[in-house]
């Protein structure tokens, strides 16, 4: 890749954002064979992280890559998020934040792999998102979420560990 994307930056200022006006900022990844997360909770391919500092431990946002813990069940994991794998970055609250388009090959060993300069020219096209909408019936509970560790059973029937019901943003394109 010539030149560096604007990606990361953008993946930064967004979570500062969240953090300076107590927002929960969420990621949202298309998980390929890069990306090391609970398999679990991957639904159609993708996954919702809870990055707030209170859900992680040891949150590096680098250019390439996006590393912390977070809790599963109670349970510590290592996460590795690739950057170029992130669809959005947005606030639990109101929804508001940027989505990107990912242009991830369903078949990695395919002869003719990514362009690695169309790839870099999807990450700085952001979208800006509006108002969220609520998930639709039967979606599953909520993203996956980072659990802090504070000392509550992680019984099924606990709610206090329960995140509150999923919202997806509705994202619009601005030109």
């Known amino acids: 890749m010539n030149g560096t994307s604007t990606k990361p930056y953008l993946l930064r200022a967004i979570y500062e954002w969240c953090r300076d006006l107590g927002y929960t900022p969420y990621l949202s990844v298309i998980v390929d064979e ?14 919702v992280l809870n990055v707030s500092p209170a859900a992680t431990n040891g949150l590096s946002m680098g250019n390439e890559l996006i590393e912390f813990q977070a809790r599963f069940g109670g349970v510590a ?29 369903p078949n990695p060993e395919s002869a003719s792999g990514p362009d690695p300069d169309a790839a870099d020219q999807a990450d700085t096209r952001p979208m800006l998102s509006a108002v969220p909408s609520p998930a639709p019936a039967g979606d599953d509970a909520g993203p996956a979420d980072g659990d802090e560790d504070d000392g509550d059973t992680d019984g099924p029937g606990d709610p206090g560990d329960r995140p509150p019901p999923r919202r997806r943003p509705r994202l619009k394109r601005v030109k």
């Open 34 to 47: 890069r990306t090391l997360v609970p398999p679990e909770h991957v639904v159609n391919g993708e996954i």
């Open 77 to 105: 994991r290592q996460l590795s998020v690739p950057v170029e794998n992130v669809s959005a970055i947005y606030a639990r609250e109101n929804g508001h934040g940027m989505a990107f388009e990912v242009d991830i090959s």
